[in-house]
């Protein structure tokens, strides 16, 4: 379990790029718990070398460090920083059924495919969509090939599917009238979890064609999107911004911390564990399976459970500084380094 309680808890620090639509998803979540933080600017394309220095192959934005451990994936993070700061009232669903729903919009909104078609609404003539180097490196991160035509092509499909999500929050959600999807008293995970694509969207001239998609054709959707960004930076006001480190700071304060969290151990009855016959200490690599897969990041094995793998790595140039990287179990894959046997870093 984390043990980070505030006064004098290990620093955290965001490495992402302003206009992720995943990174802000953990901006609003620290923003609204005011938790202090922070934030190493990466470049919007490869190569990241403040990642790199860490040690983290892993390519994906954003990472979150907490202290010597290193967290992948929105996902995993945004559930990590719940445990911390233990004063500050929770964000998370607490009942079966708030928990069933904050998970369904989650899958809906990643594994469901809502952000490639989000992806594919973006205006080819935003500038970042303009730079022939920008197709070349996401062609890599999704493992195909990529052009201005192609992801042009998709926009007429794309619409449909955004229509169809739009009419979910729209007509079946929100058609009570509550400001929140819990119908909470402010915005919730739950609400982090459903808003992002949209509110990314809706920030995008252009993104969406305004003849299907405006406040008059989806009054509650736009009015729950301008109620939170209206939370995010009240909370931000209140809170304060983030600090900006260059990423040579980043790893000097990262070196010098301590871990966030103690090790866990390897479930010994997990399914890959008993398949791959893997045990603490072996040299295993992890990735995620839809994007950036070519990616990994191969370290000893401190621990396996069903929601999560971590494992122990060093800094690039500085093999004095262990980390812990952690990644999330659903969406990642664990396998035992090829043409290694039980071996301890
Ligand atoms: N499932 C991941 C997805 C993260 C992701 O796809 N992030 C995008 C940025 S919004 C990315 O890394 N794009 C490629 C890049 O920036 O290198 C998460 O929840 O963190």
Known sequence: MASSTGEGAAPIVLYHYPYSPYARRVVWYLAL??????????????????????????????????????????????????????????????????????QLLQSFNIDGGIFNHAFQLLPTDLPVLRDP???????????????????????????????????????????????????SDGPRVADIEAIWPYHWLAGIPGALPEETFSPSTYPRVYSWIDRF??????????????????????LKLTAGSPWNEAPGSV??????????????????TVWPTDTGSSHRD??????ISSTEVVIETRAKDNAATVLRVHAP?????????????????
């Open 33 to 102: 718990r005011g938790i202090p933080y922070m934030e190493c600017i990466q470049p919007p394309f490869m190569p990241r070398p403040d990642v790199e220095a860490l040690g983290v192959n892993y390519r994906r934005i954003p990472i979150l460090t907490v202290g010597r451990d290193v967290y992948l994936d929105t996902r995993l993070i945004i559930q990590k920083l719940e445990a911390l700061y233990p004063e500050k009232p929770r964000l998370g669903a607490t009942s079966g059924g708030d928990q069933a729903i904050e």
């Open 298 to 303: 191969t370290g000893s094995l401190v621990s």
């Open 229 to 250: 960004q209206k939370a995010v930076s009240a909370a931000k006001k209140t809170n304060g911004r983030a600090e900006r480190i260059s990423g040579e700071a980043a």
């Open 133 to 183: 180097v920008y197709y070349k490196d996401r062609a890599e991160f999704i493992g195909k090939s990529l052009t201005k035509e192609s992801l042009g092509k998709g926009r007429p499909e794309a619409v449909n599917e955004m229509k169809k999500a739009f009419d979910l929050f729209e007509h079946m959600l929100l058609a009570d009238g509550r400001d929140w999807v819990l119908g």
């Open 329 to 345: 179990r659903h969406g990642f894959r664990v396998r035992k380094t090829a043409g290694t046997t039980q071996t301890r870093l």
């Open 267 to 284: 479930d010994p009855q997990d399914s890959v564990v008993v398949a791959d016959g893997l045990r603490g200490g072996d040299l295993v």
